[in-house]
């Protein structure tokens, strides 16, 4: 099956500064690339998402970006704020109908 | 317009016993999945129902299972708990297929 690596595990920035977390992935069939923000005692909410078809995609201060041949996206946040602070996971899945597999996650600290 | 809901947010229960938790999709959303979270193994895929009908299932145990209803409102049910049971299970739906909106959990300690 797809198996889903991502980093780093933690990351602290200064606020203001970017943010970049790294994921990779196995199976060449996946198409689809979500990113979930989840904050602590919440569900993971979806904040961009890109498919195979793209190789980039941005909505204000995130963007990803996509690269089929080395199988690989990443997440860019920038201008980060203390709101960004929260834990984040990549997902791959071969259609949006599909069963997602899961980065572990990145715990990202912004620091005032 | 209302998010997943899942009820109950917390559930404690002990060894050999069962539950069932529920979750509400977001109004007009026909398909349903079903994650279990833990620190130890992250997010895995448990089952994911369209029109009442199971589509996928993850690597889970027989002891987990799960339906949807008419109304897409769907449950999930796990027998014999086991202490690994523990965890958030995450229901999350989508309209047709293209971006999933997770509910908020249910935490089940199994004590």
């Known amino acids: 099956g797809e198996n889903v690596e991502q980093h780093p595990s933690t990351l602290s920035v200064q606020e203001g500064d970017s943010a970049v977390i790294k994921c990779t992935y196995s199976?060449?069939?996946?198409?689809?690339f979500p990113w979930y923000k989840q904050e602590l005692g919440k569900g993971p909410q979806l904040i961009i998402d890109?498919?195979?078809?793209?190789g980039e995609k941005k909505d204000q201060r995130i963007a990803v970006t996509l690269n089929k041949t080395a199988k690989h996206f990443s997440l860019h946040i920038t201008e980060t704020q203390p709101e960004d602070s929260a834990v984040y996971f990549c997902?791959?899945?071969?259609?949006?109908?599909?069963?997602?597999?899961f980065g572990t996650g990145t715990s990202l600290t912004v620091i005032p | 317009k209302a998010g997943v809901t899942q009820t109950p947010r917390y559930l404690i229960k002990t060894r050999g016993q069962q539950v069932t938790l529920s979750c509400s999709p977001i109004?007009?959303?026909?398909?349903v999945s079903w994650y279990q979270q833990t620190p130890g193994q992250g997010l895995q895929f448990l089952f994911e129902?369209?029109?009442?009908?199971?589509?996928n299932k993850g690597n889970f145990p027989g002891r987990f299972s799960g339906r949807q209803f008419s109304n897409s409102r769907s449950e999930m049910n796990v027998s014999t708990l086991e202490l690994g049971d523990s965890a958030l299970y995450l229901c999350?739906?989508?309209?047709?297929?293209?971006?999933?909106?997770f509910g908020p959990g249910t935490r089940l300690t199994v004590l």
């Open positions: 999350a739906s989508t309209p047709s297929f293209t971006q999933w909106f």
């Open positions: 199976d060449s069939a996946s198409n689809y």
């Open positions: 890109i498919r195979s078809n793209v």
């Open positions: 997902a791959a899945s071969m259609n949006t109908g599909n069963q997602f597999y």
């Open positions: 109004s007009g959303h026909r398909s």
């Open positions: 129902y369209f029109s009442e009908t199971q589509r």
